[in-house]
């Protein structure tokens, strides 16, 4: 079993920086694929990024592409992505995911370790 915690979430104003941490406990997720989910209020959970458990493949959703980064460091068992340039469309809980795939895939059933979820908001 792997037990994800999601941190570094908060109020940021438009043009601000956060970074957002998924550390892992249970198991290593070196061997795992990781994704960053969001969900905003009446809407469905989207893929923001992904990274192979190799990290040497990244995925972006168009909205993020340029300005979130997605990287992982598998000694402190933790992944993380770095949100800059926010915006107010931004707004969400961010979750991290996880499964033991190569490569990263959009859906959400392509997961099967899921966080908790950690608040993100940045007003305008």
């Known amino acids: 079993q792997v037990q994800l915690v999601e941190s570094g979430g908060g109020l940021a104003q438009a043009g601000a920086s956060l970074r957002l941490s998924c550390a892992a406990s249970g198991r290593t997720i070196s061997r795992h694929t990781v994704g960053w989910f969001r969900q905003a209020p009446g809407k469905e959970r989207e893929f923001v990024a992904g990274?192979?458990?190799?990290?040497?493949?990244?995925y972006y959703a168009d909205s993020v592409k340029g300005r979130f980064t997605i990287s992982r460091d598998d000694a402190k068992n933790t992944v993380y992505l770095q949100m800059n340039s926010l915006k107010p469309a931004d707004t969400a809980v961010y979750y991290c995911?996880?499964?033991?795939?190569?490569?990263?895939?959009?859906?959400?059933?392509?997961?099967?370790?899921w966080g908790q979820g950690t608040q993100v908001t940045v007003s305008s």
């Open positions: 995911a996880a499964d033991a795939k190569i490569v990263p895939e959009p859906s959400t059933t392509s997961y099967h370790y």
């Open positions: 990274i192979s458990w190799s990290g040497g493949t990244t």
